[in-house]
Every structure is written in C-alpha cells, then in structure tokens.
C-alpha cells in the first residue's frame, strides 16, 4: 500500500556529513510519525530519529547534536542530515512510515534500507 524509496547512504570519512532521504509513495489517507533506524553488524536495529507529523523529534542519545530529522508534507519525504559521523554509526539505515490508509485503517513500513559506512 504504501511504497518507499531510500536514498543518500555512501562511504564517508570520520567527521563527515551524509544526508538521507526516503520518499512515500502508494494510496494513503495520510503519513503519521515517520523515522530512521539503524542496524549494525551482530546488533540490534534501533531507533536513530523520529518526526511526528507535527514536526517534534526525537533522537538516540548517541546522535543528539549530530543528526537531523526533517520532513517534508508536501511531497511525503522525510531526511535525515547526519554530522560529525562517526565509525560507530556504520550502519544499514531504514525508513519507518506510519500511515492511514483509511480513516480506520493504519500502516507501517519500511524502506529497503541503504548502507551508511564511515571509516576511520
């Protein structure tokens, strides 16, 4: 029902920036909460970031003042710009949508997951 696109992940040196992306598409009433997580080798996948579809964020300890989350209602797109990245935020990231299909009817999904690799 609901389809998405990610994009932005890449190779990056410590201390470099990246910027993701993660486009909704499909037959929706609306997009609620949206987010990223993250999934390291051997680890658990976590939640990196989350944006409520009023625009309050939160964030994973380890990336407060280093990572972003922004959305666009417009155009169903949530970013997230990382900072400051750091070896341990390697990682494959993930976009999670929640959604409406119908006024009774809720949706959550997830992005195929791109790959986020900072070397040292």
């Known amino acids: 029902q609901v389809q998405l696109v990610e994009s932005g992940g890449g190779l990056v040196q410590a201390g470099g920036s990246l910027r993701l992306s993660c486009a909704a598409s499909?037959?929706?009433?609306?997009?609620?909460?949206m987010g990223w997580y993250r999934q390291a080798p051997g680890k658990e996948r976590e939640l990196v970031a989350g944006i409520s579809s009023g625009g309050t964020t939160n964030y994973a300890d380890s990336v407060k003042g280093r990572f972003t989350i922004s959305r666009d209602n417009a155009k169903n797109t949530v970013h997230l710009q990382m900072n400051s990245l750091k070896p341990e935020d390697t990682g494959v990231y993930y976009c999670?949508?929640?959604?409406?299909?119908?006024?009774?009817?809720?949706?959550?999904?997830w992005g195929q997951g791109t790959q986020v690799t900072v070397s040292s």
């Open positions: 499909g037959r929706f009433f609306s997009i609620d909460a």
């Open positions: 999670n949508v929640n959604s409406r299909l119908t006024t009774w009817t809720r949706s959550q999904d």
